[in-house]
């Protein structure tokens, strides 16, 4: 059964700081990795999405990376603003527009 | 871009009662839909996966006569919680696939459920 584990669980970290936020899992044998952005009491926005066979993805001051052998993803945010303040989710998909399993989230808050 | 709605947003209903949460696709159709479950600090757990014109697929544990889903459409799926009680208390969120050869799945903005 795939486990799906974020580091750290919270975090909190002054403007203008760049960071990292953590994602592992126990099956390699994934067909691609998302990071999601959770507001709270909100539903889910897309961030990034990497298949199995790319090793990054980079969208404006966002960059994830996906090491599958070893099982870790990484998402790496550029230049924080309060307004990244959120719950960071990684999900791994196990096929095609299957089911996702989602880690423990990572909750962010860039402060002034 | 797709668009997931949910209806409703909160829903605040006594022990006992069943409660219908409706997921809908505005722009898009889907065959098939997916319904998570998440507790507060906690992360989303599968429920469902909810196909159109066939029964849905229930991730082990999930009552399936609990928890009706009911896909008519290619752009709702329903999700009834019956004789619901304290412990279903949760944010129930929908997903759907415009297209099943790719990877995308669309979030709803979610169902806050407080049961009494």
């Known amino acids: 059964k795939q486990e799906v584990t974020q580091i750290p669980a919270a975090l909190s970290v002054p403007e203008g700081e760049n960071l990292v936020l953590n994602c592992s899992f126990t099956?390699?044998?994934?067909?691609?990795l998302q990071w999601f952005r959770q507001d709270p009491g909100k539903g889910l926005t897309s961030l990034l999405l990497?298949?199995?066979?790319?090793r990054e993805q980079t969208s404006g001051r966002l960059n994830a990376s996906l090491d599958k052998s070893s099982g870790r993803s990484t998402l790496y945010i550029a230049a924080s603003q309060p307004g990244d303040s959120a719950t960071y989710l990684c999900?791994?998909?196990?096929?095609?527009?299957?089911?996702?399993?989602f880690g423990t989230g990572t909750r962010l808050q860039v402060t002034l | 871009g797709a668009v997931v709605s949910q209806h409703p947003s909160r829903v605040i209903c006594k022990s006992g009662t069943s409660v219908k949460i409706e997921c809908r696709s505005l722009?898009?159709?889907?065959?098939?839909m997916f319904w998570y479950r998440q507790f507060p600090k906690q992360s989303l757990m599968l429920m469902a996966t909810?196909?159109?014109?066939?029964?849905?697929?229930?991730e082990q544990g999930v009552e399936k006569d609990k928890f009706l889903i009911n896909h008519a459409s290619l752009t709702l799926s329903t999700l009834t919680v019956t004789s619901a009680h304290p412990e279903d208390s949760s944010f129930y969120i929908c997903?759907?696939?415009?297209?099943?050869?790719?990877?995308?799945?669309?979030f709803g903005p979610g169902t806050r459920l407080t049961v009494l």
């Open positions: 997903s759907a696939v415009p297209d099943p050869s790719t990877d995308t799945q669309y």
């Open positions: 099956d390699s044998a994934i067909y691609n």
């Open positions: 990497i298949q199995s066979s790319q």
């Open positions: 999900a791994v998909g196990g096929g095609t527009a299957s089911k996702l399993t």
């Open positions: 722009d898009f159709q889907a065959t098939t």
């Open positions: 909810s196909n159109e014109g066939s029964k849905a697929t229930y």
